[in-house]
């Protein structure tokens, strides 16, 4: 089963920018929606921003919406989570994954990455 590959986390001051990607294969990204999650330490994973397979419709949770986008070229490229106006309590690991259900239920979605880690310092 494809696992996805997540890049790009890293340090960086609050107010900051950083750009995630989450590589799939074109068969991943043709026919499933890939959505970002992050989890901090103690807390439960929750949903960031998922793009449908279509590579047109979006979704984006509340606390980073005006401040992250996804998007992605077409299948063949990453999906990419652009962060800007970074904040410290955006500090988390932040994973993408895969599904062909409802884009914001963790629980809908498949062939989690081992995660990358921002770290967003004061």
């Known amino acids: 089963q494809e696992q996805l590959v997540e890049s790009g986390g890293g340090l960086v001051q609050a107010g900051g920018s950083l750009r995630l990607a989450c590589t799939a294969s074109?068969?991943?990204?043709?026919?499933?929606?890939i959505g970002w999650f992050r989890q901090a330490p103690g807390q439960e994973r929750t949903f960031v921003a998922a793009i449908h397979y279509n590579g047109r419709d979006t979704a984006v949770a509340e606390s980073v919406k005006g401040r992250f986008t996804i998007s992605r070229y077409n299948a063949k490229s990453p999906v990419y989570l652009q962060m800007s106006s970074l904040k410290t309590e955006d500090t988390a690991r932040y994973y993408c994954?895969?599904?062909?259900?409802?884009?914001?239920?963790?629980?809908?979605?498949?062939?989690w990455g081992q995660g990358t880690q921002v770290t967003v310092s004061s």
């Open positions: 074109v068969r991943t990204n043709s026919w499933y929606s």
């Open positions: 994954a895969a599904t062909r259900g409802a884009l914001r239920d963790p629980g809908n979605y498949h062939n």
